[in-house]
């Protein structure tokens, strides 16, 4: 009998997952309690996979060897509870991808806030320097499915906690911590803790030839380090010392040491702005280095790297009014490292579905840096009560274009209107890219 390998979760994720089990000769079958995009679909069927959507057949369920657990679907919904009451062993896709990527690498970056921008960093490092790799995760195409259809020798993934809540055996040659904020706490029973066990799961199997890139500037990692026994290379990046291994930053110059070959470089020419960006371009570059690039090519490629779209993307300038596009700030940290990055007087549009947000963490920035807030969600009572006192200016709206002519109105001649809503978008929206897009589309039609 073959191995019954089925998929809770007909996304990305669990399409990838579908299509390589089927390639090793499992048993597949896909069930979805939502509709499955068609897109999807027509990749199921290509590869001859039973799927059913809009409901899960429980016997049928139940009767798997294992199954694959999409990262969107909690813990505490139904069919999850009655799989662990039977005792069936439960995998995320990056678990099923690690098992079959043979003597290819994995570098895994997962944090709260900047692994998507680091994750493309070292991509376009790695592309750049000739290695036949594929940025793959939460930003691209699963991992799964990459492993399936095009195995590369570098994976460069973008991981999140959900994804590493059920990992068994995977490891990563290259993990890499950006940072630990709360986030998604409603997902981990709303303690902190949780959430940074699972973010810390990325090491669990790491050996003394690995390597993990992590920040020490970043209060809860350095604290959560001291408890744990690391058995990978340690590769700190730093703004407060300067290590023997990793990188660091002293006096505006960027020093990357993991082999002989070290790398130095001016901030200055560093192709994206911001301190944040600084920390990502180290992590990176730590990243490139201990994959043995050539300093001459990571220098290249810090120099050349555009930043990515919905992330500090400036869309146009309208009567000397700087309009930026911010959309992929879904919690309270992002946008504080957005308004950290801000040197015009700012028009902030915020809002949104929120996670459990805390907005304590941005009132020294917003009093210093915003002159108005724009609220762009349908519940926006926390963010008057957490800015109303100091920031005169502020006013709801429920469409980007609403939002973009509140700010408009709002604007003078050298300021910057920023979309950083610090808040989840699928209360007004389809997901964060469909709120950029239709702000700049906003911002186009003034």
Same mark, same amino acid.
């Given at each position: 009998?073959?191995?019954?390998?089925?998929?809770?979760?007909?996304?990305?994720?669990?399409?990838?997952?579908?299509?390589?089990?089927?390639? /090793? $000769?499992?048993?597949?079958?896909?069930? *979805?309690?939502?509709?499955?995009?068609?897109?999807?679909?027509?990749?199921?069927?290509? +590869?001859?996979?039973? #799927?059913?959507?809009?409901?899960?057949?429980?016997?049928?369920?139940?009767?798997?060897?294992?199954?694959? @657990?999409?990262?969107?679907?909690?813990? %505490?919904?139904?069919?999850?509870?009655?799989?662990?009451?039977?005792?069936?062993?439960?995998?995320?896709?990056? =678990?099923?991808?690690?098992?079959?990527?043979?003597?290819?690498?994995?570098?895994?970056?997962?944090?709260?806030?900047?692994?998507?921008?680091?994750?493309?960093?070292? &991509?376009?490092?790695?592309?750049?320097?000739?290695?036949?790799?594929?940025?793959?995760?939460?930003?691209?195409?699963?991992?799964? %499915? /990459? !492993?399936?259809?095009?195995?590369?020798?570098? &994976?460069?993934?973008?991981?999140?906690?959900?994804?590493? *809540?059920?990992i068994k055996d995977f490891r990563a040659e290259i993990a890499m911590l950006t940072n630990?904020? =709360?986030?998604?706490?409603?997902?981990?029973?709303?303690?902190?803790?949780?959430?940074?066990?699972?973010?810390?799961?990325?090491?669990?199997? /790491?050996?003394?030839?690995?390597?993990?890139?992590?920040?020490?500037?970043?209060?809860?990692?350095?604290?959560?380090?001291?408890?744990?026994?690391?058995?990978?290379?340690?590769?700190?990046?730093?703004? @407060?010392?300067?290590?023997?291994?990793?990188?660091?930053?002293?006096?505006?110059?960027?020093?990357?040491?993991?082999? *002989?070959?070290?790398?130095?470089?001016?901030?200055?020419? +560093?192709?994206?702005?911001?301190?944040h960006n600084q920390y990502n371009t180290m992590a990176a570059g730590i990243a490139a280095?201990?994959?043995?690039?050539?300093?001459?090519?990571?220098?290249?490629?810090?120099?050349?790297?555009?930043?990515?779209?919905?992330?500090?993307?400036?869309?146009?300038?309208?009567?000397?009014?700087?309009?930026?596009?911010?959309?992929?700030?879904?919690?309270?940290?992002?946008?504080?490292?957005?308004?950290?990055?801000?040197?015009?007087?700012?028009?902030?549009?915020? $809002?949104?579905?929120?996670?459990?947000?805390?907005?304590?963490?941005? %009132?020294?920035?917003?009093?210093?840096?915003?002159?108005?807030?724009?609220?762009? $969600?349908?519940?926006?009572?926390?963010?008057?009560?957490? #800015?109303?006192?100091?920031?005169?200016?502020?006013?709801?709206?429920?469409?980007?274009?609403?939002? !973009?002519?509140?700010?408009?109105?709002?604007?003078?001649?050298?300021?910057?209107?920023?979309?950083?809503?610090?808040?989840?978008? +699928?209360?007004? +929206?389809?997901? &964060?890219?469909?709120?950029?897009? /239709? #702000?700049?589309?906003?911002?186009? *039609?003034?």
């Amino acid at each position: 009998m073959a191995h019954k390998c089925y998929i809770l979760g007909g996304g990305e994720s669990g399409a990838g997952a579908a299509i390589l089990a089927k390639k /090793q $000769g499992y048993e597949v079958f896909v069930s *979805d309690a939502g509709p499955i995009k068609n897109i999807y679909k027509d990749e199921l069927s290509e +590869f001859g996979i039973e #799927f059913e959507e809009s409901m899960h057949t429980e016997d049928k369920v139940l009767s798997a060897d294992e199954i694959v @657990k999409s990262p969107g679907i909690p813990e %505490k919904s139904d069919m999850m509870k009655k799989i662990r009451s039977k005792g069936i062993p439960v995998i995320s896709e990056i =678990e099923l991808a690690w098992r079959f990527k043979g003597n290819s690498k994995i570098v895994a970056i997962t944090g709260s806030n900047g692994k998507t921008t680091t994750t493309a960093l070292t &991509y376009h490092i790695c592309k750049h320097a000739g290695l036949n790799c594929a940025m793959v995760g939460n930003i691209g195409i699963s991992i799964a %499915k /990459q !492993v399936a259809l095009d195995p590369k020798e570098v &994976y460069v993934a973008e991981i999140s906690s959900f994804q590493l *809540d059920d990992i068994k055996d995977f490891r990563a040659e290259i993990a890499m911590l950006t940072n630990i904020t =709360e986030d998604h706490l409603d997902r981990y029973d709303y303690k902190f803790e949780n959430y940074i066990n699972a973010k810390f799961k990325i090491i669990q199997n /790491q050996t003394n030839e690995d390597f993990f890139i992590y920040c020490p500037d970043d209060p809860i990692t350095a604290k959560y380090l001291k408890k744990l026994t690391i058995y990978s290379t340690p590769l700190p990046f730093t703004m @407060k010392q300067e290590p023997q291994k990793g990188a660091f930053i002293k006096d505006g110059q960027m020093t990357i040491a993991v082999n *002989d070959d070290k790398v130095t470089m001016s901030v200055d020419d +560093f192709k994206i702005k911001g301190k944040h960006n600084q920390y990502n371009t180290m992590a990176a570059g730590i990243a490139a280095a201990t994959l043995g690039i050539r300093k001459e090519k990571i220098r290249e490629a810090v120099t050349t790297f555009e930043s990515l779209e919905h992330r500090m993307e400036m869309v146009a300038m309208v009567k000397g009014v700087e309009y930026i596009n911010d959309s992929k700030a879904t919690n309270v940290n992002s946008t504080w490292y957005a308004l950290e990055s801000m040197t015009r007087p700012t028009i902030l549009i915020l $809002g949104g579905v929120d996670k459990g947000n805390d907005y304590e963490v941005l %009132k020294e920035l917003v009093k210093e840096k915003v002159k108005a807030i724009v609220c762009l $969600g349908l519940d926006n009572r926390k963010i008057h009560e957490a #800015f109303g006192d100091f920031v005169s200016l502020l006013v709801n709206t429920t469409s980007a274009e609403d939002a !973009v002519k509140a700010a408009y109105h709002f604007a003078e001649k050298g300021d910057a209107v920023l979309l950083s809503p610090a808040c989840a978008s +699928f209360d007004l +929206f389809k997901n &964060y890219e469909d709120r950029g897009d /239709q #702000f700049k589309q906003a911002v186009r *039609d003034l």
